[in-house]
């Protein structure tokens, strides 16, 4: 029991690091993006 449940929330981990460092990155492009847009004028 104790390997499934390791099985079960080891993903569940794996998951929400990629959905919060890809979130992160995106906040990161996207501010990159305004600053761009602001020193170019574009």
Known sequence: MQAVTHF???PK???VAI?????TMGL????MER???KSTGW
């Open 8 to 10: 079960n929330s080891t």
């Open 13 to 15: 981990a794996s998951i």
């Open 19 to 23: 959905v919060a460092t890809s979130s």
């Open 28 to 31: 990161q492009q996207w501010a």
């Open 35 to 37: 600053v761009v847009e």
